[in-house]
């Protein structure tokens, strides 16, 4: 995988737009021959990187998807690099209120007794909402819900399925509770804990809080 010739492509703007460019011009972009231009070229459309549309004077080159996906990968492996966490996970931002649903699903028991067996803690009932910073809201993104919450039906009401994953606030082991729901927002994580974490903190809506996701 040519990650550094699909990056030179991405700073002449195939990711934005279709660009016009001949094997010779991008030869001397990379400082190769022709020949390793075209085979470098021809190797990032048969791994569905780019694509390509031959015309007659050259050609029309437009980064894919999947080539997009894998330079945001490359680029959140540098934000993780140089964050300063020594190698930790930290997603980072701010508390707000919820819409107060976290007390009602966490007291169900069909959620309760499974929090209790996988997660190894008994929940308050409630959530600590945090709106995550940019580039946290990057990192959330490459991190899965490993636990899983298996749905149930209670008195002819469905609840969905989810999942959730380990993290820590200071000396308070918690979970992220992910909701399997198709729109739910990708800059807010709700946190469970066996305490009261605003109140545990002293935390408001606004204070800056770092969690890190244990592994």
């Known amino acids: 995988m040519d990650i550094l010739s699909l990056k030179k492509l991405a700073l002449l703007g195939a990711h934005q737009k279709p660009l016009e460019l001949s094997s010779i011009e991008f030869a001397s972009h990379i400082d190769s021959s022709q020949q390793t231009a075209a085979r470098k070229l021809k ?3 048969e791994e569905n990187l780019i694509s390509r549309q031959i015309l007659p004077e050259g050609q029309m080159i437009s980064i894919t998807e999947s080539g997009l996906s894998l330079l945001q990968q490359e680029l959140n492996d540098y934000q993780e690099i140089f964050s300063g966490n020594g190698g930790k996970k930290i997603l980072s931002g701010k508390v707000i209120t919820g819409l107060g649903e976290g007390q009602y699903y966490i007291s169900l028991a069909g959620y309760r007794v499974q929090f209790q067996e996988k997660l190894g803690f008994d929940p308050y009932p409630g ?3 945090i709106k995550l910073d940019q580039p946290s809201i990057e990192l959330r993104k ?4 490993a636990i899983k919450i298996s749905g149930f039906t209670d008195q002819n009401r469905t609840f969905g399925r989810g999942s ?3 993290v820590k606030i200071r000396d308070i082991m918690g979970a992220v509770v992910i909701p ?4 739910y927002p990708e800059d807010i994580i709700e946190i469970i804990a066996p305490v009261n974490l605003r109140d545990y903190f002293n935390i408001e ?3 800056s809080v770092d969690v890190e996701v244990i592994k």
């Open 142 to 145: 490459r991190i899965s819900g």
């Open 43 to 45: 190797n990032l459309e």
């Open 180 to 183: 399997e729901r198709t729109h």
């Open 127 to 129: 959530t600590l909402n």
């Open 205 to 207: 809506d606004g204070s």
């Open 164 to 166: 959730c994953f380990n």
